[in-house]
């Protein structure tokens, strides 16, 4: 079945850059919503942005428009989460997603649409 695997994350300061990677195996169709989750301690897994597999729409949290860009490189089966001008707010551990769906997203950002999830890969933002 679906298995996804994060990596990419680490340590870095106040508007710097990072990207994460998620590699996706045991699925070989282009209808899959995969997306980036993050949660800080104490608080709710948030999403971050989603991008459906088949035609590369893309979704975002306002909290990280014109800072993240996903995409999904289907030759790799993997999808990227650059994110530039981070700060200490983005600091969580980062999680990939995937839902089986046919067409769109209907709940993007919606943790409880997924039902694959990586084991996470930690950011922190100083």
């Known amino acids: 079945d679906v298995q996804l695997v994060e990596s990419g994350g680490g340590s870095v300061q106040a508007g710097g850059s990072l990207r994460l990677s998620c590699v996706l195996s045991?699925?070989?169709?282009?209808?899959?919503?995969m997306g980036w989750f993050r949660q800080a301690p104490g608080k709710e897994r948030e999403g971050v942005a989603t991008?459906?597999?088949?035609?590369?729409?893309?979704y975002y949290a306002d909290s990280v428009k014109d800072r993240f860009t996903i995409s999904y490189d289907s030759a790799k089966s993997t999808v990227y989460l650059q994110m530039n001008s981070l700060e200490p707010e983005d600091t969580a551990m980062y999680y990939c997603?995937?839902?089986?769906?046919?067409?769109?997203?209907?709940?993007?950002?919606?943790?409880?649409?997924?039902?694959?999830w990586g084991q996470g890969t930690q950011v922190t933002v100083s």
């Open positions: 991008v459906y597999t088949g035609h590369g729409l893309t």
């Open positions: 997603a995937a839902v089986r769906m046919i067409g769109f997203c209907p709940s993007p950002l919606k943790n409880f649409a997924y039902n694959f």
């Open positions: 045991g699925y070989t169709y282009n209808t899959l919503c």
